[in-house]
């Protein structure tokens, strides 16, 4: 097998301690397995470890309250309409 050149993580993927601990592990499983170092999965690890850094160092831009609140009185709202359907159907069936 030949060796491929390594994509090494870049910026804050390389100081960071859980991305460097994904890839102790990579390369411990390959110890107890026996295996053979792929250059293909080093690489897709360097890509998700870029990933993992991107989607958690950009913050999520900040909702405005009612935006936020929005789903809690949606699910309300169709609590209360159900609710009262059903009631009306009940009271139909009475008379």
Partial sequence: MSEAPERAPSG???????????RQRYERQLALQH??????????LARLEELRTRLLSDP????????AALPCYTVGSLGAFWT??????LLQSLS
């Fill in 60 to 67: 999520l831009p900040h909702l405005p309250r009612w935006v």
């Fill in 35 to 44: 295996l053979q170092r792929d250059p293909a999965q080093l690489d897709a």
């Fill in 12 to 22: 804050a993927a390389a100081a960071d301690p859980q991305a460097r601990e994904l």
């Fill in 84 to 89: 009262i359907q059903r009631a009306a159907v």
